[in-house]
């Protein structure tokens, strides 16, 4: 193949790619056989969007780490991978279909059916633009094995992954407080809501509440004044100081620390110490709360002993408001551990759309945060305002809706992590991940054992398979489309229907217990982030996965330390019950920013394209840029001036090295057969040809270390 002489970068790529299609290059590697066989498993972008220049800095360093391990004599399994399920993709579908109430209105309208068919297309619509990127930029996965999440064989393979944790008592149900989205209608992991926090600005409500057994009042502050509903307990610490206040002709209780600076917030200079008490002498006393006239239902638990009542609690932190904090245990992680402790009743009055219902009386209807304003000023009206202001922090938003989130009592399946003792620890310990700093906030990450919340109240995902006896209650778990065959008592859609909503919905199965057919599935589907993480094990047969996972390499963005590298790690540890990571190394990017190092958002209009990049500029520079440009952990500021000059010159100047070769090896007639070892052996080599020899292989071998310790921005410029 003969370039051009002229330096016309995207000239030359039109040639490259004409030459490398005609040798069906990409084929001939895919075919080829070495004795080293490794696998590289694709962390499988979502089909619910293009790509941008985000997505092509991951590509370009895996595709860069493909290359220079199949130079090295590696035969790599270099397939691609897509995630089709989960809420991306069902918000997306919503979209299009111009739903804006959400699930509950896109059921109505389109039901489940038309909907899961609106996923698919959605899917394939996309994968269409990600193939074109993906041609573009160069890339060298065999997408004709590429897995895709939704394909029922990939489901069954993931339903290995239940019954592990099933057998192994790791898979629980629970009713407890859960984060949850009202814009999806739909629970949330703990992992997803770590990863958006933005500063929000709530209310900041200090109100009274008449103790029962003496004439005085609890100051109690709270930022969620709608959680005054379904109040159960006021908590104190029991080791902190509280002192009854005189303020004008009222007796009030408040947290010594925090006095003085509460005083001053609410206004209030003239008031007088009458005695100390420590919150442990507070334990058991009843209250009154103020709005038992609106919630008529909440009257009635207030008559139980243990409802009403002063809790002392370590946890209660006597440092902020006014050292008292009211529980909710139906929306508050710590407060229903607290009710369940105690046996008190978990009053939740809230429906899928957090919407309250007839229990919450006065407030049924209202949208939960939308009964803030109602419930403040009613709270006015009886006398129990004592002061109403705004607090900016930090909240946690939904990832894909950018919802504020509400934490509200759901039942749900978990996988309850401290039950796998140190295994994810010892296993996340054992990677190799290049850097110190994503190492020790990923290490981190898995020392928290929080439980993970796997069940979605979604339509298109992997469905849970288990089954609720309705006689008898018994819970009937199936990990295949045979078992399910097995015990059915209907199959509506024949053997061979889909392992997707609404199709698994309609099957009824005989219970394993009593024998009674008045069974129906639950109908959850799995947290997408399970579907991906199972990748190892669901995207390969049994005899592959046992010899090449874990695998000796993978990369995705800084983000996935809470997302993909974190299901994948407590997936394979689950599935093999020992300490093993389905990865020897882990590699965290770093964010494309934009030239300024602001996030791209499409709010913004800051989002570089993936395919318009590509087509507008040269892809070895492009490749070239994101590799040079900085440290691989480090966030990248895109700039096309600055893809423009430096880069530029570089690949204009190897070019050129590339011609002058050319020229005065035709001159010289240089057979490529004489190499080397051929001069050496005839004595052919001078002092300045093995100087410049010596300087190449000191080259090579720091290119080479660089690249095996992912500094690649150091080969670079090496």
């Known amino acids: 193949m003969d370039l051009s002489s002229k330096f016309d970068a995207k000239a030359i790529e039109a040639q490259i790619r004409e030459y490398t299609d005609s040798l069906n290059l990409e084929q001939l590697i895919f075919e080829s056989d070495k004795p080293e066989h490794i696998r590289f498993i694709e962390g499988p972008p979502t089909m619910n969007g293009i790509p941008h220049a985000g997505h092509l800095r ?9 290359r220079f391990n199949t130079l090295r004599g590696k035969k790599i399994e270099f397939n691609g991978g897509w995630d089709t399920q989960g809420l991306p993709v069902e918000l997306q579908v919503e979209k299009e279909l111009g739903v ?78 859960i984060a949850y989205c009202p814009s999806c209608q739909t629970s949330l992991s703990h992992s997803e809501v770590n990863q958006g926090y933005e500063e929000v600005k709530d209310p900041s409500l200090y109100y009274k509440v008449k103790m029962v057994d003496e004439d005085a009042y609890l100051i109690v502050w709270t930022t ?66 103020p709005l038992l006239d609106h919630i008529p239902e909440l009257a009635e638990c207030a008559k139980k002993e243990n409802f009403h009542v002063v809790v002392s609690e370590n946890f209660v932190d006597a440092t902020t408001g006014s050292g008292l904090v009211h529980l909710s245990p139906a929306n508050g992680e710590e407060d229903i551990k607290i009710a369940n402790k105690r046996k008190v009743r978990v009053f939740s009055p809230i429906n899928d759309e957090v919407k309250f219902t007839v229990d919450a009386g006065k ?32 909240y946690p938003l939904c990832w894909r809706s950018h919802h504020p989130i509400v934490w509200l009592a759901r039942r749900g399946w978990f996988y309850k992590l401290d039950r796998l003792d140190n295994k994810a620890i010892d296993a996340a310990e054992s990677v190799e991940y290049f850097y110190e700093q994503p190492k020790n906030r990923f290490l981190g990450i898995i020392k928290e054992k929080h439980p993970w919340c796997i069940s979605r109240e979604r ?11 309705e006689d008898c209650g018994e819970k009937n778990w199936f ?69 090449e996972i874990p695998a000796p390499f993978f990369t995705e963005g800084i983000d996935q330390t809470r997302g993909w590298a974190y299901t994948l790690l407590i997936e394979n540890v689950i599935l093999n019950n020992t300490a093993t990571a389905p990865y020897k190394s882990f590699l965290f990017q770093g964010h494309v920013l934009d030239e300024k190092g602001g996030k791209m958002s499409k709010s913004t209009g800051n989002v570089i394209e993936g395919a318009s990049l590509l087509e507008k500029y040269p892809v070895d520079l492009i490749r070239f840029y994101f590799i040079w440009k900085a440290s691989p952990i480090e966030p990248l500021s895109f700039s096309t001036d600055e893809l423009m000059s430096r880069p530029y010159q570089v690949i204009n100047t190897l070019f050129n090295l590339h011609l002058y070769f050319k020229q005065n090896s ?16 005839n004595q052919l080599l001078t002092s300045p040809d093995i100087w410049l020899l010596s300087k190449l292989q000191k080259l090579i071998k720091k290119i080479t270390e660089k690249n095996e310790t992912c500094r690649y921005h150091e080969a670079a410029k090496a």
Request: one cysteine or more.
């Open 666 to 681: 035709e001159y010289d007639n240089f057979d490529s057969s004489k190499t080397v070892s051929w001069a050496k052996e």
């Open 479 to 547: 990990f295949s489309r045979q078992e399910i065959i097995d015990s059915a008592n209907t199959l509506p859609d024949g053997p061979n229907f889909e392992l997707h909503r609404p199709w698994i919905d309609n099957i009824t199965i005989k219970c394993k217990k009593c024998y009674s057919t008045k069974t129906k599935r639950e109908e959850y589907v799995l947290d997408t982030w399970h579907n991906s993480g199972s990748a190892p094990y669901s995207s390969l047969t049994d005899e592959e996965y046992a010899k």
């Open 363 to 394: 407030y049924q209807g209202l949208f939960v945060r939308d009964a803030d304003t109602v419930i403040v000023e009613d709270l006015k009206d009886c006398n129990a305002l004592v002061r109403i202001g705004k607090i900016k922090h930090k």
């Open 459 to 469: 339509i298109w995902g992997c469905p849970l398979p288990v089954w609720n006896c």
């Open 58 to 66: 991951g590509r370009v360093i895996k595709d860069l780490w493909y």
């Open 100 to 177: 804006t109430g959400g699930k509950t209105e896109a059921i109505k309208k389109f039901g489940i059916e038309k909907i899961v068919a609106e996923c698919k297309n959605v899917v394939k619509k996309y994968n269409v633009k990600w193939l074109e990127v993906d041609n573009l930029l160069g890339m060298s996965f065999n997408h004709q094995k590429a897995y895709w999440t939704y394909r029922d064989e990939f489901i069954e393979r993931e339903w290995q992954v239940l019954r592990k944790a099933h057998e192994n008592k790791i898979l629980e149900e629970d009713f407890t407080v």
């Open 224 to 289: 969620m004044p709608f959680t005054l509903v379904t109040d159960a307990m006021i908590g104190l610490h029991p080791d902190e100081d509280y002192v009854h206040v005189k303020v004008e002709n009222e007796t009030w209780v408040v947290g010594k620390t925090r006095l003085v600076e509460f005083m001053v917030e609410v206004k209030i200079e003239e008031y007088k110490i009458a005695k100390t008490t420590k919150g442990s002498e507070f334990e058991g006393k009843k209250y009154i709360h």
